[in-house]
């Protein structure tokens, strides 16, 4: 069984920082990816980043590639999401998500099996 536990979202202003992370209890990380989705109200629930635990292989959504880097602490059992030059656009729930899969292409939300409860990110104007 997994579980997923998101932190770090809050309020920030335009052109501001946030690190998102999500903690994972799972009895094994071989073939296992993570990624963040997010939703913001009434909008489907997009694809942000991803990556798999083993090798490291990251993917990004056009929108925020250059500005969000997705990385791994596995001896903490954990991934973040460094969010950086926010802007209004990117407030929405984040969630965090997994799968039992190492191809880290994995752009839509029925391709993971397990979700955090989410964090809100805001960004004002």
């Known amino acids: 069984q997994v579980q997923l536990v998101e932190s770090g979202g809050g309020l920030v202003q335009a052109g501001g920082s946030l690190r998102l992370s999500c903690a994972a209890s799972?009895?094994?990380?071989?073939?296992?990816?993570m990624g963040w989705f997010r939703q913001a109200p009434g909008k489907e629930r997009d694809f942000v980043a991803a990556i798999t635990w083993s090798g490291g292989s990251t993917s990004y959504s056009d929108s925020v590639k250059g500005r969000f880097t997705i990385s791994r602490g596995n001896a903490k059992n954990t991934v973040f999401l460094q969010m950086n030059s926010l802007k209004p656009e990117d407030t929405a729930v984040y969630y965090c998500?997994?799968?039992?899969?190492?191809?880290?292409?994995?752009?839509?939300?029925?391709?993971?099996?397990?979700w955090g409860q989410g964090t809100q990110v805001t960004v004002s104007s």
């Open positions: 998500a997994a799968r039992y899969s190492d191809v880290v292409f994995a752009p839509r939300a029925d391709m993971y099996a397990y």
């Open positions: 799972v009895r094994t990380f071989s073939s296992f990816s």
